[in-house]
Each structure stands twice: as C-alpha cells, then as structure tokens.
C-alpha cells in the first residue's frame, strides 16, 4: 500500500530554472496539500485542495502554483526558482479537510 | 489564524526517562488537537489526536490532554526508548476563524534518546 508518492525525491536547481514536484495518492482521499519545511519554522502550507476542482492558498504561497490534476494527483510548480525555495516539500491527503493527514516521504529541492 | 508554541528543543534524554514536551496554542473557537511524529529522513505521521476539552489522546505509550483552560496539549511519555528518538510537532485543526480548515505546526521539538 503506497500512500503519499512524491516525485522526484531529490532535486538540484539553478536561480530561474522551472519545475514541477508530482504528487499521487491512492487511499481514494479528497483532499490533499502542499507543504514546505524549512528549520525551526515547522511546516507551512503552500497551497491546498478541499476536493477535485478545488485549489486555494495556505499561508505561503507566492512564488508557487498548484494543478489538481484529478482526484489522485495534486503537483506543485516552481515558475522560476530563487534560492529562498530551497527547502523540504511534503505532500499529503486527508479524507476530508481535517486534521488527520497523511504524509509522502518529502522532495528535497535546492536551489543554487 | 492559529499560532502554537512548543517547547525548544533539542531535548536529550537516557533511555527509561520521563518525556515532557509542552505546547500552548491560541485559536478561534474549539479546534482539534494533534500531536504529529518525524522519524529521520521521513515524512510527518500522526502520533495522536484529541477533538474535545478533557479528551486524552493516546498511542505507543504517548498521552496529551486537551486542556482547554490553559489552552495546552503536552505531550508525556513515561519511558522513552531510543526508538523514539524524533522530531515531535503539535497542530491544532482549526474548526473557525481565518485559519478554517487548516492545521498550524508548531517548529518542531527534536528529542534524542540516548541508550
């Protein structure tokens, strides 16, 4: 049983390069998140989906935009990387919008 | 919105020790309560969870009380084993205000146990 897959789990980038951080889930779960973890600050919400069809902001979002791609699938994109983007990303899905999440395995992404 | 403070860390501890990590949160209304865990080199899981004042949460011999008089939700185990060695993080869920829908972590509390 997978869970939260996020792809790819590493990730190298110059000031400016795009890219996109794949999410899937398969506990058939509605809605799913994008967080960042930076040290000493916790877990920030970037970007959210109550449900398919659905995308709205968390408490970070600038500089990132959200596709939910269909009820599986929620990727985050980077337009143009700047090294303040250098940090740890989680995805993760719930059955509902509550607390009880369930989290991948992270996507460390550097910028340079 | 939501905002929670948790004890800093790191905390180090022998093993068979007595854990407390504390956590105060302030929120609108009466949210739910989390204590989530973070093994090295993985994601977050949850720990265990209180929905209601005076409820204890529970699980792999952690407990937290949801103390709705003083706005707290420590987190107590009464003999850690390396094996718990983690980062350890408390979330209130909230139920209203301009945080709706959403949880708020606290920094992260790392705990290592030494044997």
């Known amino acids: 049983n997978a869970g939260v897959t996020q792809t790819p789990k590493f990730q190298v980038l110059k000031t400016g390069q795009s890219m996109t951080l794949q999410c899937a889930q398969d506990?058939?779960?509605?809605?799913m998140y994008w967080y960042r973890q930076d040290p000493g600050m916790g877990l920030r919400l970037i970007y959210y989906s109550a449900s398919e069809g659905t995308t709205d902001k968390g408490e970070v979002p600038n500089g990132y935009n959200v596709s939910r791609l269909n009820k599986r699938e929620f990727s985050l994109r980077l337009e143009s990387a700047a090294p303040s983007q250098t940090s740890v990303y989680f995805c993760a899905s719930s059955e509902v919008v509550a607390g009880e999440l369930f989290f991948g395995e992270g996507s460390r992404l550097t910028v340079l | 919105g939501n905002s929670v403070t948790q004890m800093e860390g790191p905390v180090t501890l022998s093993e068979e020790a007595f854990l407390t990590i504390n956590c105060t949160y302030t929120?609108?209304?009466?949210?739910?309560l989390f204590w989530y865990v973070q093994y090295p080199g993985e994601g977050l899981q949850l720990l265990l969870k209180a929905t209601k004042a005076d409820d204890k949460g529970s699980n792999k011999g952690f407990e937290a009380t949801y103390r709705k008089e003083t706005t707290s939700f420590h987190l107590e185990k009464g003999s850690v084993q390396v094996s718990d060695s983690a980062v350890y993080f408390c979330?209130?869920?909230?139920?209203?205000?301009?945080?709706?829908?959403?949880?708020?972590f606290g920094q992260g509390t790392i705990l290592t146990v030494h044997p």
């Open positions: 506990m058939n779960h509605n809605s």
């Open positions: 929120a609108t209304g009466y949210p739910s």
């Open positions: 979330a209130p869920f909230a139920a209203g205000g301009t945080s709706y829908g959403k949880l708020t």
